[in-house]
């Protein structure tokens, strides 16, 4: 199966900046859209940005101008550079990504375990 795995989460100072990265692995043909949830505690999972394998973007009003998304399609990897962070920021970010498995024709939604996000005030 598709697994992922995220990186680059930790502590920092609000203003900083902070880069994720994902890593998706397994018998893949194909991912259409990679992207970036988060939760924090109490609070519903939200999706903070996504982008297609053409590299259209959508983000969420909350980081947008802050958060930038990115992908490599040949290494099958995605980031988000996240500057001008926020106490509000303060999250677990999880890793998705909408692919299709080698031999197979339907797409499915695959998660990351998550990496924390602690922006301290």
């Known amino acids: 199966q598709v697994q992922l795995v995220e990186s680059g989460g930790g502590l920092v100072q609000a203003g900083g900046s902070l880069r994720l990265s994902c890593a998706a692995s397994?018998?893949?043909?194909?991912?259409?859209?990679m992207g970036w949830y988060r939760q924090a505690p109490g609070k519903q999972r939200e999706l903070v940005a996504s982008?297609?394998?053409?590299?259209?973007?959508n983000y969420a009003d909350s980081v947008k101008g802050r958060f930038t998304i990115s992908r490599d399609n040949a290494k099958n990897t995605a980031s988000l550079q996240m500057n001008s962070l926020k106490p509000e920021d303060t999250a677990v970010y999880y890793c998705?990504?909408?692919?299709?498995?080698?031999?197979?024709?339907?797409?499915?939604?695959?998660w990351g375990q998550g990496t924390q996000v602690t922006v301290s005030s």
């Open positions: 397994g018998s893949i043909s194909s991912i259409a859209t």
């Open positions: 998705t990504a909408k692919a299709r498995r080698t031999g197979y024709i339907a797409w499915s939604d695959y």
């Open positions: 982008i297609t394998s053409g590299g259209i973007t």
